[in-house]
């Protein structure tokens, strides 16, 4: 019994052998395979002799014995470093040192690329190109390409392997290496992964780490984009406020930026990319500002506020009067410039980037209410000259009346107080004020301002306003009869 249970377990010892020579086998044919494609791909920039290596793949595995390959474990063999170890395909120390390094980076975008690199270096050299950059004429024998192609692709793989790890790559490289991996970073995380074979390390928790710097810092770019056009607009509604955020954002541009490493991309620059960001969508909405500057600069020196907006709209709409065309024209004015107003209108000169960003958010509620604003904008701005043909056919006075009686209309108030007066009189007892008030970002308090009317000039604002009404619409008469009903009544108190 004792003599069975020992032959068993020896012809089980020699099964696992005859199994792991028939895998060293295939094993090694697959190097060889890998190798000759890899090659092959370098005909692009060089011509590698691989008629040897195609002469041993032309070996039929499955018509020979394993003998054939190797010295084979016998079940009375003495330990031997020949025994299982595949000679037939007589690749020497280099070669199978290439073979084994392309066979397990095979899969390795940035490996591919190193090498293709390499090749490239290898086909501008002197020694194997034709005269004016011609096509490769001279071959190139596998000893060539283990020297002057692998060995050096196997040292800049590695060195960049070593700067991810330790987070010393630079800016730089890391556009030139990680360009393709925008979006995919599923594939990057992979790709590392692989890398990690060069030294066999199971230490992978600096990965999840590296493909998120490489993540942000490539999300940097459009937050740079975002930042550039949010300084276009700062620039054209002149404002004077503290914008250092963006400026430190800015600073990324610069070629010193590129010249710092990964670890750049710390919690700092990530708070302040999210500060700036902002979609393609918001950014493009944004952009058409500026883009439409001309159309700007017009409409912020001829309507001063909101209220001149509104009276605008209506004097536009009696020049448009039945004519589809220029309905649609003012309505398209009205809907950009309201859509736009937080920015236009809702910035004070000194207004800062806080500031700006809380306008921005009223801007992004616009456009998700109307994804056509930009659009609306652009529209309206190639209708500049008609616009300004509205404006000046019914004059700064009318405009100007108007907005007056609307802004008394929300929120003046008329004040009768004697004031030591011996003779009371309406001229000397009332007058009206109407509270302007606005935040100082500073400061964060409400700055408040008063303007003030007396009764001689209302009444040459009602006046004029009697002037205008007859040719008014609907809306202006409303405006006027509500401030000639009120300042009626409060007149006849005596």
Excluded at 139 to 153: L, M, Y
Excluded at 374 to 394: G, I, M, N, Q
Aim: glycine residues 4%; negative net charge; charged residues 30%.
């Amino acid at each position: 019994m004792n003599e069975r249970c020992r032959n068993s377990a020896a012809m089980n010892r020699l099964m696992k052998f005859r199994e792991d020579e028939v895998k060293s086998i295939y094993h090694e044919r697959a190097l060889l395979h890998n190798l000759l494609e890899v090659c092959q791909k370098l005909q692009e920039y060089i011509t590698v002799d691989v008629e040897d290596l195609e002469s041993k793949l032309g070996v039929t595995v499955e018509e020979k014995t394993l003998d054939n390959f190797m010295e084979v474990h016998q079940l009375d063999n003495i330990s031997s470093e020949k025994l299982g170890v595949v000679t037939c395909f007589e690749l020497p120390p280099g070669m199978r040192e290439m073979a084994e390094a392309l066979h397990m980076f095979r899969d390795s975008f940035i490996f591919n690329m190193c090498w293709k690199n390499q090749a490239k270096a290898l086909s501008r050299s002197d020694d194997i190109t034709g005269e004016m950059g011609a096509a490769p004429v001279i071959r190139a024998s596998f000893h060539e390409i283990h020297k002057e192609v692998f060995q050096p692709c196997y040292c800049r793989y590695r060195e960049i392997y070593n700067n991810l790890r330790s987070g010393g790559l630079t800016l730089q490289e890391v556009d030139d290496i990680f360009e393709d991996y925008k979006d995919k970073y599923d594939d990057l995380t992979n790709d590392l992964q692989i890398m990690c074979g060069i030294e066999s390390s199971k230490d992978k928790h600096w990965i999840d780490r590296r493909v998120q710097q490489i993540e942000q810092y490539h999300e940097l770019h459009l937050a740079l984009e975002s930042a550039m056009v949010i300084m276009d607009v700062k620039q054209l509604l002149c404002l004077q406020g503290d914008f250092h955020i963006v400026d430190t954002l800015l600073g990324a541009t610069d070629a010193e930026f590129k010249r710092k490493t990964l670890d750049r991309i710390d919690n700092d620059l990530i708070k302040v990319k999210k500060e700036v960001a902002m979609t393609e969508e918001q950014r493009l909405c944004l952009q058409e500002l500026y883009l439409r500057k001309n159309f700007i600069m017009w409409l912020k020196e001829a309507l001063q506020d909101l209220n001149e907006l509104k009276v605008f709209v209506d004097l536009a709409s009696i020049s448009a009067g039945e004519n589809d065309l220029d309905v649609d024209r003012v309505a398209c004015f009205h809907d950009a410039v309201l859509g736009y107003s937080s920015v236009l209108y809702e910035l004070k000169p000194d207004a800062g980037f806080r500031a700006f960003r809380k306008a921005l958010g009223k801007l992004w509620k616009a456009l998700n209410n109307d994804r056509h604003l930009p659009k609306k904008l652009r529209d309206t701005a190639r209708h500049l000259e008609w616009l300004k043909t509205v404006k000046e056919s019914h004059g700064s006075v009318e405009l100007s009346s108007l907005s007056l009686a609307s802004a008394i209309n929300k929120k003046g108030l008329y004040i009768i107080r004697a004031q030591n007066q011996k003779k009371l009189t309406l001229d000397t007892t009332l007058k009206l004020e109407i509270l302007e008030g606005h935040t100082e970002q500073s400061q964060q308090q409400e700055v408040r301002g008063m303007r003030s009317y007396s009764l001689e000039d209302l009444q040459e604002l009602l006046n004029k306003l009697m002037l205008i009404s007859g040719r008014g619409d609907q809306g202006q008469k409303e405006e006027v009869d509500h401030f000639s009903e009120v300042f009626s009544s409060v007149r006849g108190w005596h």
